[in-house]
Nanobody
Framework: QVQLVESGGGLVDTGGSLRLSCAAS????????VGWFRQPPEKEREFVGI????????DYADSVKGRFAISRDNAKNIAYLQMNNLKLEDTATYYC????????????????WGKGTQVTVSS
């Protein structure tokens, strides 16, 4: 089993940038696809993006395409979510999760989750 811990959240102005990290331990990280989800206040958790175990393929939700980018460093067991041109509607708790499937937008595709990191975008 892989354990995941997110970090890098915080308060940022509209139009700003943040980079979230997802540190993994346990099971071999290089065999795992890493997805990012977010849960805005009083809303359902939604898919943001996913990166394949090899790092050579990604998939993104339309709402973040062109603004967000996922990368990974398998040697360091870390995945990243680079968020640019942040908008008020990006305010949410962000989670990373592990999956054996790629692509995968459904929450049911993921078997391990971090506890989340809060991102707040203000005007």
């Amino acid at each position: 089993q892989v354990q995941l811990v997110e970090s890098g959240g915080g308060l940022v102005d509209t139009g700003g940038s943040l980079r979230l990290s997802c540190a993994a331990s346990g099971r071999s990280f290089s065999n795992v696809a890493v997805g990012w989800f977010r849960q805005p206040p009083e809303k359902e958790r939604e898919f943001v993006g996913i990166i394949k175990w090899s790092g050579d393929s990604t998939d993104y939700a339309d709402s973040v395409k062109g603004r967000f980018a996922i990368s990974r460093d398998n040697a360091k067991n870390i995945a990243y979510l680079q968020m640019n041109n942040l908008k008020l509607e990006d305010t949410a708790t962000y989670y990373c999760a592990a999956s054996n499937q790629f692509p995968g937008r459904a929450r049911q595709s993921y078997y391990a989750w971090g506890k989340g990191t809060q991102v707040t975008v203000s005007s």
